[in-house]
């Protein structure tokens, strides 16, 4: 539902009420946004007890890019406790304001939740990392130019994907590599110059999505835990062509590794 609205926090907590009526859930516990190849492995978190398409909730619109669901999930885990799946990511390429981009964090966390799990596809630029290897995301580089926030809100990034939350991920999957996520506003791949200089600058993975979802949930004083698929390796790190098709592939073949991490990992969020 396209909603034109200056106040993005008082759109947050509109489309938090309509979430709950859409849902019955009157509070989450943890909000996780699905990137490219998570969507089966969520899934399978816990049990769903309700879904809404993103259209029928104030500020969020279906995306078009496929691969991307369109749909807000409620799950109960075993333990009782309720996630908000979010699988209607909007990108900096979709053209809206950057609003609209962290629309779903703000919404979550009016809904309630105070844990955001932000889930990617990224091409790898490390080459130790192999395609369909998960990683957690230690720290960002924001290369988009843009911010979510407006005015002199001076928010500190250090630590902004909380050291807790990956202690604890990797208590859980020790073999877990953790790097450096670059966020740029795409929708064009890298040339293999972007990907030597990413690399160069200390980029472990490339992606168009997360990070200024990251500093919109860190303002709100949500805790962060980032984890990104390779789904495919970064322009030049082999001879092959980027296809998003092949991408998606990729993304699919790796849901059941996801799926037993994903669960593991979030049911020992505090
Ligand atoms: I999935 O190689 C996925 N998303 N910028 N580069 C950028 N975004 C991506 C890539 C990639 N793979």
Redesign the pocket.
Known sequence: MADNNNDPLALAQRAAQALTAATGVARFDIALTL???WGQAALLLGTKIAEVSADQIPGFTLSQVIGHSGELSALEIPDGRKILIIGARTHLYEGREIDATVHSVRTAHAAGARTIVLT?????VNFDYGVGEAVLIKDHINLTARSPLKGANFVDLTDLYSAELRAIAKQVHPELKEGVYAQ?P?P???TPAEIKYLRAIGADA???STAVEAIAARALGMKVLGLT?I?????GVTNDP?D?EA?IAK?KSAAARLADLLATVVHKLP
Not at 120 to 124: K, L, P, V, W, Y
């Open positions: 990137g490219s190849g990617n596809g990224a091409g790898g740029v795409g064009h791949f890298e490339v992606g168009m698929l789904t495919n390796p970064a322009a980027l998003h991408i993304g």
